[in-house]
């Protein structure tokens, strides 16, 4: 975890190497997750209450298994860089993310106990065991490229809510949500994954297997979209 001074310091540029070639070849998926009516919601402070906590659940349960894939994401290196770099990510899941998330969800009437106790909602479900079985049967830059649409993802819909003028923060439920994740510590984050994500391309040969890394990509970032449906109904929300 970087210090508050390398924070304030550390921008994520969404454009750099091989994460941002990724970001812009994956077109629509990309949009349709950073752009989905569930984050517009977010941002003008009228998603539905019961909503917003089916998905908070189901986020919960989520952090869990994204938690172990950096666990794997560890196993599966070659260096004591990358190890570290899983780590970094690992810790500000565990120490960071999930307690402010437990923490947050007790704002909105939800216990640990009732988070740990949910059933697991199969869009949750489909997307866990994608990235976990990219890692499992791929390398580490498998792993890492099925996992990227979430850590860096959030970090820009944070950004472009912020920037947007129909997003109201005074009075909107959900700012401290969106405040979260523009945060200097998770931007922060952020910036050292996109780089670190992109030497680690160079060592593992994405150049020659890029065909195969953006269908996982893609992937991915429609299973976000598919995730954020997990607190939206599309019926319901005229």
Same mark, same amino acid.
């Given at each position: 975890?970087? +210090?508050?001074? $390398?924070?304030?310091?550390?921008?994520? &540029?969404?454009? #750099?190497?091989?994460?941002?070639?990724?970001?812009? &070849? =994956?077109?629509?998926?990309?949009?349709?997750?950073? &752009?989905?009516?569930?984050?517009? /919601?977010?941002?003008?402070?009228?998603?539905?209450? $019961?909503?917003?906590?089916?998905?908070?659940?189901?986020?919960?349960?989520?952090?869990?298994?994204? $938690?172990?894939?950096?666990? !794997?994401? $560890?196993?599966?290196? @070659?260096?004591?860089?990358?190890?570290?770099?899983?780590?970094?990510?690992?810790?500000?899941? !565990?120490?960071?993310?999930?307690?402010?998330?437990?923490?947050?969800?007790?704002?909105?009437?939800?216990?640990?106990?009732?988070?740990?106790?949910?059933?697991?909602?199969?869009?949750?479900?489909? #997307?866990?065991?994608?990235?976990?079985?990219?890692?499992?049967?791929?390398?580490?830059?498998?792993?890492?490229? /099925?996992?990227?649409?979430?850590?860096?993802?959030?970090?820009?819909? /944070?950004?472009?809510?912020?920037? &947007?003028? *129909?997003?109201?923060?005074?009075?909107?439920?959900?700012?401290?949500?969106?405040?979260? #994740?523009?945060? =200097?510590?998770?931007?922060?984050?952020?910036? @050292?994954?996109?780089?670190?994500?992109?030497?680690?391309?160079r060592r593992r040969g994405? @150049?020659?297997?890029?065909? +195969?890394?953006?269908?996982?990509?893609?992937?991915? *970032? !429609?299973?976000?979209?598919?995730?954020?449906?997990?607190?939206?109904? @599309?019926?319901?929300?005229?």
């Open positions: 975890m970087a +210090s508050d001074n $390398a924070s304030n310091l550390m921008v994520p &540029d969404y454009e #750099y190497g091989l994460f941002g070639r990724l970001r812009r &070849d =994956a077109g629509a998926a990309w949009a349709s997750y950073i &752009d989905h009516p569930f984050v517009r /919601a977010l941002g003008r402070g009228t998603l539905p209450k $019961a909503w917003f906590q089916n998905f908070l659940i189901q986020d919960y349960l989520y952090l869990v298994q994204y $938690a172990r894939a950096y666990a !794997l994401a $560890a196993y599966k290196s @070659e260096t004591l860089d990358d190890i570290r770099a899983a780590n970094r990510t690992m810790t500000a899941l !565990l120490d960071v993310e999930m307690p402010l998330h437990v923490s947050y969800c007790r704002e909105w009437g939800l216990s640990q106990a009732e988070l740990e106790g949910a059933p697991p909602d199969l869009r949750m479900m489909a #997307y866990a065991n994608f990235f976990l079985e990219r890692g499992a049967s791929g390398d580490r830059l498998d792993l890492e490229i /099925a996992l990227a649409p979430c850590l860096v993802g959030y970090a820009e819909i /944070a950004e472009r809510l912020l920037a &947007d003028p *129909s997003t109201v923060l005074e009075g909107n439920p959900y700012e401290p949500w969106i405040r979260s #994740y523009s945060g =200097a510590a998770y931007r922060a984050t952020v910036a @050292e994954a996109i780089i670190d994500l992109d030497a680690l391309g994405a @150049e020659a297997r890029y065909a +195969s890394l953006i269908e996982t990509f893609r992937m991915a *970032s !429609l299973l976000e979209a598919q995730f954020w449906g997990i607190g939206w109904k @599309e019926e319901a929300a005229g």
